[in-house]
């Protein structure tokens, strides 16, 4: 199994600045076929589902605000929340989907300092 | 964006086995594969095994001798069976989409989680 750690475990924030979630795998998620990184982020808040943030490691979905960004290949990848907004308290996973069984990090907790 | 919505047992004792569906709204139900995730505090979000339309599964190996996931397509709906359930496997389940390139994808729906918990 590929396993995923994040750090920190938890990170506190002022609004309007800069949240930085690190995400490392145990081996390359990066298909050289493609070029593409099989990394995904979610945000998840209270009592919800998870929320499809990012994928192919830095490719915005549709609706998610442009202060959301992800960086990183192989190993190594980092979700960047710009610009802090209340709003944005949540849970933050990395799922890889490289391989089976896909495996998540497990989880980075951002609060508002 | 598809909607999905779930339902099944959600108190369970040791060894009864857990029975979850998940139908799918909106959307190509054919042209996606579907997953089935977990979330406990001890294990944070599990993958628990998906399949595509035609029936063909992918388990997680730490589950496939209890699991089975199947597919009704005429009804856009996919189904989890875990035998033998354990006080390990109390959590929230939840069912979700994956928007693939090839075999492989991500969750980009999800249904709204069912609490099921194991105890005598």
């Known amino acids: 199994d590929i396993v995923m750690t994040q750090s920190p475990d938890s990170l506190a924030v002022s609004l309007g600045e800069r949240a930085t979630i690190s995400c490392k795998s145990s081996q390359s998620v990066f298909y050289p076929s493609n070029n593409n990184n099989y990394l995904a982020w979610y945000q998840q808040k209270p009592g919800q589902a998870p929320n499809l943030l990012i994928y192919w490691a830095s490719t915005r979905e549709s609706g998610v605000p442009d202060r959301f960004s992800g960086s990183g290949s192989g190993t190594d990848f980092t979700l960047t929340i710009s610009n802090l907004q209340a709003e944005d308290v949540a849970v933050y996973y990395c799922h890889q989907y490289y391989s089976v069984p896909r495996t998540f990090g497990q989880g980075t907790k951002l609060e508002i300092k | 964006q598809a909607q999905l919505q779930q339902w099944g047992a959600g108190l369970l004792k040791p060894s009864e086995t857990l029975a979850l569906t998940c139908a799918v709204y909106?959307?190509?139900?054919?042209?996606?594969?579907w997953s089935w995730i977990r979330q406990s505090p001890g294990k944070g979000l599990e993958y628990i095994g998906e399949i595509d339309p035609s029936g063909t599964t992918k388990y997680n190996p730490s589950l496939r001798s209890r699991l089975t996931i199947s597919v009704d397509a005429s009804r856009n709906q996919f189904s989890l069976n875990l035998i033998s359930v354990t006080a390990g496997d109390t959590g929230v389940y939840y069912c979700?989409?994956?928007?693939?390139?090839?075999?492989?994808?991500?969750?980009?729906?999800w249904g709204q989680g069912t609490l099921v918990t194991v105890s005598s």
């Open positions: 909106g959307g190509s139900f054919s042209a996606y594969y």
């Open positions: 979700a989409r994956i928007y693939r390139v090839g075999a492989n994808g991500w969750l980009d729906s």
